[in-house]
């Protein structure tokens, strides 16, 4: 996406605000870390689902657009479906995703996410929608 | 919740850091509000899909909460599908949300999101379940 | 959809074999119902998860196409998500359902079935994508 | 569940019905294979969406069952999340299921379904309770 970014900067934007480290992003393959810290906790000290579901989504979102944006197409997502399998409360939640499906319209990923003992916590199936970069919306 | 509350305060928890702002809080009826900042955004500029998720889930979270805390219960997430409908860029996004199911052991949410004109920009389906505060983990 | 039926009649198809008796079919507004029989249940004795997917999938694709038909489209169903909420092993089940959203891509409803005390029972959010008539597929 | 099986025989239910051939189950692994006839299709001619999802839960709800039963437990399903990812019309589906998670309350399956050339046409995520078989209702 080099030299056709985006306005905001991953910094700039949710990612930045999270902590989110994206480690690798391909078509095939996406991965990050993010490391545990009370602002991503809910009340009762364990990490917030809606963490999970934020790294799932930015990691199925990348993985897309780096396969369409050089074909003039960017990728939106039409539903996040995170399952929440185990509380963390500390250390480092690394995430990695795969796409089950790369379909003109639509892609859809399974993403896995583990605490600092490789222990799956949380587990996330992402839609995202294929769309013209002239005409993202409406949907 | 008074007088037992857990650890951190809404404000220093992920609540905090998205800036959710909860307008009602009880067993049948759950609202909130977000005001839509650049942090918020993913880089292509529309509100990132994970706060959705975010908000739908603190909002299922503390509605169940509300009834069981009392029996000596809590309510933890088990898993949250949120869908995207509208992007959103600015404004304030407000959320509303009511059980569908009372269970013994998991209460279903559906939240609905809409935007500063009212659009409906995204609806979430939520699962917690209700589990022992004496042992809320494992699941 | 008359004069230019599919191939199959309802009756030949899968809503025949699961006894599916719709009674309502509009962009605005879906409803079904359907006996419930031994052949129907899984081998506990309580109506098996897949009837009540396969009741929201197939009234959630009628409503789509009941609007974009005449436009040269046809609905495709993207996905399905169905949450059990009490056990039904006899009388009729009844399904209402309402879109949340009417894209131009894609429809999303949500199907609430009820027991023949009106107690909900499963709740369904379905996501049908809307193609051109002339190439459904590939997705 | 020798010796212990529920009133009715697969084969009366609704597994027998859309004709499922289960050849796998183990708390570590389900398959099945189901053969497509006109009567498992919509009415466009493709595969209802309901058959996959009906496939997922039965081998979900067995795949639980075979590891609680001893323990006096039976296995309930909460939710079936099915993605369609290709459309079929014709041959034989297989599905393929692995837990994700195994827990005291609840378990996460993944299902993957290929049509007769290998291709992946649907996925589902299932989520089981499990539950006393003394009381296994009401939720």
Sequence with gaps: M???????TESQAFDGLVGLEITEVSPE???AQIAVRDELLQTFGVLHGGVYATVA?????RGTVAAVWSEGSVGLGLSNHT????PVS????????RPLH????????????TDSEGRRCAVS???????????????
């Excluded at 790369?102 to 996410?113: A, H, Q, S």
């Excluded at 199936?125 to 949907?139: K, L, N, Y």
Aim: proline fraction near 7%; glycine fraction near 10%.
């Design 90 to 97: 500390a250390g480092t939640v690394t995430a990695v995703g």
């Design 83 to 86: 399952s929440f399998l185990r």
């Design 29 to 31: 393959r996406v991965s």
């Design 102 to 113: 790369r379909g003109r319209t639509t892609w859809v990923w399974d993403i896995e996410m």
């Design 57 to 61: 989504e930015s990691l199925a979102s």
């Design 125 to 139: 199936r992402v839609t995202i929608a294929v769309r013209p970069r002239s005409e993202p919306h409406p949907r």
């Design 2 to 8: 080099q030299g056709e970014a985006p306005g905001l």
